[in-house]
Structure formats: structure tokens, C-alpha cells
């Protein structure tokens, strides 16, 4: 089964800032990836699909990348509501893992 | 705008069965993949199992793999998982969540979560 890391496992940022964070599978998945938010109590909110394009409503801030291995997601610039956790997910035919998460506090 | 609401959750002793549903009111469910996500306390999202528009194909996570089935009835447009023989590390919030139709990634819809707790 493919798996999925993501890094960093937390950050601490402030308003403002660009963040990046980095999903790596464990073997090629093409652009077959999607990123998430996720606050607390609260389900995911879908961000990103197809690695790079952009669900509908969610702030151009917000940018995916990568095919492959390697995929990013990018905050331009961090907004208070931002600070969420971050999962990526990965859709190889019948297995639709997610990476472990990434944390994005208030610094 | 497509709406999930799951039910069915609550406290049962290791061992034993439960079954969970999703409820859809909205457009696009009858033509949708749905899949069933969950959350153990304070973890990571895990994905469980996925079923077809019109309910002839099944996959599932290895964890629950042969004591869990996912099903559907479209004509009552909701979504159902029944896990069998539950262990304590089953203990989760459950989560639906819709493919969207002619997309090959991304969930775009999910329910609230409906907390599923395995104790004795």
C-alpha cells in the first residue's frame, strides 16, 4: 500500500507569513493527490484536488504543486484562519490514504 | 448543495456489531462514490471504505477488511457501514464524504461525524 509523510509535523508561524508544507509518497502517484484542512470538532474542508487546482471558494492563498512523490501545499500569506490542521491524501486505484498531518499553530 | 448527516453512533462493548448511516439531501448523491472516513480521538484522518454510484463495487482499509460492510440505498439517498466484531481501537468519529462525480481526487462533501466508542 502506498504511504504518505508529510513535514513538517508542526510549525509555528505568524499572520503573514508563506508556509509550505511537504507531502511525500511512498511510490508515483501521478497528480492523484489532495489536500485538506482541518479545525478542531470540525470535518475536513477539501483545498486542493489533482495536486494543484483549487475547490471552489477556497482563497487563492492557498496553492498545491508536484506530481510524482513529491507534492507542496503553500499559504502565501498565513490568515488567523488558517491556523488548522493539514492532511494530504493520495487516490491510487482503490486505496485513498492520508498522510499523517501537519499542525500549523500561532507563533 | 449537497448535505450529509451521519447517525448511529454511540458506546458498544468489544465484540460487538454497529452499524452507521449517512443521510443525503441535496443534489448528485445517487450519482456519486461515497466513502466512509474516520478519526480516532486526538489522531489522524484514516480512510475506511469506498462504494460506487450504484453500489456494485466495495473496497476497503486492510483494519477492517472482512468484518465490515459499506452499502447504499439510493432510492432513500443514504449511505450505510456496518463493522462487525469491534475492537477497542475501532473507538472513532465516522465520517461520510462524497466523490464528486468526473473528478478522480478530492472528497468535496462530508457530514459532521458521528462518534462510535468501543468499550465495556
Known amino acids: 500500500a502506498i504511504q504518505l509523510t508529510q513535514s513538517p509535523s508542526s510549525l509555528s508561524a505568524s499572520v503573514g507569513d508563506s508556509v509550505t508544507i511537504t507531502c511525500r509518497a511512498s511510490?508515483?502517484?501521478?497528480?492523484?493527490l489532495a489536500w485538506y484542512q482541518q479545525k478542531p470538532g470540525k470535518a475536513p474542508k477539501l483545498l486542493i484536488y489533482?495536486?494543484?487546482s483549487l475547490e471552489a471558494g477556497v482563497p487563492s492563498r492557498f496553492s498545491g504543486s508536484g506530481s510524482g512523490t513529491d507534492f507542496t501545499l503553500t499559504i502565501s500569506s498565513l490568515q488567523p484562519e488558517d491556523f488548522a490542521t493539514y492532511y494530504c491524501?493520495?487516490?491510487?486505484?482503490?486505496?485513498?490514504?492520508f498522510g499523517p498531518g501537519t499542525k500549523v499553530d500561532i507563533k | 448543495q449537497l448535505q450529509l448527516v451521519e447517525s448511529g453512533g454511540g458506546v458498544v462493548q468489544p465484540g460487538r456489531s454497529l452499524r452507521v448511516s449517512c443521510a443525503a439531501s441535496?443534489?448528485?448523491?445517487?450519482?456519486?462514490?461515497m466513502h466512509w472516513v474516520r478519526q480516532a480521538p486526538g489522531k489522524g484522518l484514516e480512510w475506511v471504505a469506498v462504494?460506487?454510484?450504484?453500489?456494485?463495487?466495495?473496497y476497503y482499509a486492510d483494519s477492517v477488511k472482512g468484518r465490515s460492510t459499506i452499502s447504499r440505498d439510493n432510492s432513500k439517498n443514504t449511505l450505510y457501514l456496518q463493522v462487525n466484531s469491534l475492537r477497542p481501537e475501532d473507538t472513532a468519529v465516522y465520517y461520510c464524504?462524497?466523490?464528486?462525480?468526473?473528478?478522480?481526487?478530492?472528497?468535496?462533501?462530508w457530514g459532521q461525524g458521528t462518534l462510535v466508542i468501543v468499550s465495556s
Open positions: 511510490q508515483g502517484i501521478s497528480r492523484a
Open positions: 491524501q493520495q487516490f491510487s486505484t482503490y486505496s485513498f490514504t
Open positions: 462504494i460506487s454510484f450504484d453500489g456494485s463495487d466495495t
Open positions: 489533482d495536486a494543484s
Open positions: 441535496g443534489l448528485t448523491f445517487t450519482s456519486s462514490a
Open positions: 464524504a462524497r466523490a464528486p462525480p468526473r473528478r478522480l481526487t478530492g472528497f468535496d462533501y
